[in-house]
């Protein structure tokens, strides 16, 4: 359905016949190699260059004629000039692509016998180069629009590897049921983590919220309006962040890294326990800049209290602001405050960069150093290239489970700042206290 309503939007733009098959005509003569090599050729002219449709209505269209018997380039070919111009559109098309197709290859089979020698076989291979090359550009386009992230980006591979160890019919429906079941279960985790995100977070503000307005009078005139009110909203925002994102990224990474590791450990035992053992000198400067990143966090937080207070406080009270004519006044008074809060966290930001570069940089630079020791191993011939290539995998997977988690370890402490201002708010206690055995008043008497 959606996929339909893309390629009826993107064909509202009519053409001509003539339009068509002048394009298909150009297309005929220029385009080199089999049915895939089309597709790439349609992809260049059509979609790049002239604009009759977008990527991902192009991809829907291909998908859709994968279907169908016979060549999908000429489905394709007929459906684009049909989109176009109609049906004589669509006949333009088909014949204005097959027609030189069929009489080019009518005379290279009847002069075939004579352009045999080095020359016509280096023309055949440098057409077939230049084939390669269009087929080429047009997946790697076609997949930067349609696999933009991981999740998707791993559903194309999976579908590959199974149309290569099932080729036919039986590969291709196997790969849509897996994407569908990839699709519908990244659709489940999404909503199950955001649900508990936003669960928490309603949670927490109703616990802080419902603690303030039990406090003492005393509590109100110590503490600023605005400050409790950053308390709830930005706080508490922070921390559906790290629970409803930031958390199943670091708990899907963490399994990843842990698996590559283990397999490291399995598959090269001696090189991946001196990495190892490198690795754990990384921990004490981590932990040094995560404590810095926490304090940082926490004094950011407070200064972007200060602002809200003094939002609070003004806006309040705006009447006798504006009879002092205090305006002026008061907005220095706001833009200091936010400027105070903007070095904090421009200090925090620093603190946390170097965090980041410091854990990528050392996990790297020890990883590099075990695959020397394994390109070493393969020179001496301890092990072959194939295990080294293993080890590659294992190294990249685990290189890219790191840097998430030298993100999410930063959300994490950031978040740790906020949590900090919500706990102190919630220890607070109010000095008039309820009694804990309460006595009834004494029944009145008379009138």
Request: proline share 4%; charged share 15%.
């Amino acid at each position: 359905m959606m996929g339909d309503t893309q390629l009826s939007r993107d064909s509202q733009t009519l053409g001509t016949p003539g339009e068509v098959f002048t394009t298909f005509l150009k297309l005929g003569l220029t385009s080199f190699g089999g049915p895939i090599a089309h597709l790439g050729y349609f992809r260049e002219e059509l979609v790049n260059r002239r604009k009759w449709l977008s990527d991902h209505a192009y991809a829907d269209l291909v998908a859709l004629c994968q279907f169908l018997p016979g060549p999908a380039s000429s489905q394709v070919g007929f459906a684009l000039g049909m989109m176009r111009a109609g049906w004589l559109g669509a006949l333009a098309a088909f014949t204005a692509f097959t027609l030189p197709s069929a009489l080019v290859l009518l005379v290279f089979a009847m002069t075939a016998a004579s352009i045999a020698g080095p020359i016509g076989t280096g023309a055949l291979h440098g057409l077939k180069i230049v084939a390669v090359a269009i087929v080429a550009q047009a997946v790697w386009g076609m997949a930067k629009n349609l696999c933009p992230d991981k999740e998707r980006a791993a559903i194309a591979v999976i579908a590959v590897g199974m149309l290569a160890f099932l080729p036919g019919a039986i590969g291709m429906v196997g790969a849509i049921i897996v994407g569908a079941a990839l699709g519908l279960f990244s659709a489940a985790r999404f909503y199950m983590v955001s649900w508990i995100g936003e669960r928490v977070t309603a949670d927490l503000r109703n616990a802080v919220y419902a603690h303030v307005v039990e406090q003492s009078p005393e509590f109100f005139e110590t503490t600023q309006t605005g400050e409790v009110l950053s308390r709830l909203t930005t706080d508490t925002t922070l921390v559906q962040t790290v629970v409803g994102s930031s958390l199943s990224m670091g708990l899907r990474n963490t399994v990843m890294g842990i698996g590559a590791v283990g397999m490291l450990i399995i598959t090269n035992p001696v090189v991946m326990t001196q990495v190892l053992g490198i690795l754990v000198l990384v921990v004490l400067p981590s932990w040094y800049f995560g404590q810095r990143v926490r304090k940082l966090s926490r004094a950011s937080q407070d200064r972007v209290a200060d602002t809200s207070a003094i939002a609070a406080e003004v806006l309040n009270a705006i009447p006798v602001v504006q009879s002092y004519n205090q305006q002026r006044q008061e907005s220095d008074r706001f833009s200091a405050a936010t400027e105070a809060a903007f070095d904090v966290a421009r200090k925090r930001t620093r603190v946390r960069s170097m965090l980041v570069a410091f854990i990528i940089t050392a996990t790297f630079g020890a990883l590099l150093w075990g695959l020397y020791q394994g390109t070493q191993a393969v020179i001496r011939g301890d092990i072959s290239a194939g295990h080294l290539g293993q080890t590659v995998v294992y190294v990249l997977i685990l290189v890219s489970s790191v840097a998430v988690l030298s993100e999410v370890y930063g959300d994490l402490l950031r978040a740790a700042g906020a949590t900090e201002r919500l706990m102190e708010l919630l220890a607070t206690r109010s000095p008039v206290a309820e009694p804990s055995v309460p006595r009834a008043l004494p029944s009145a008497h008379g009138g």
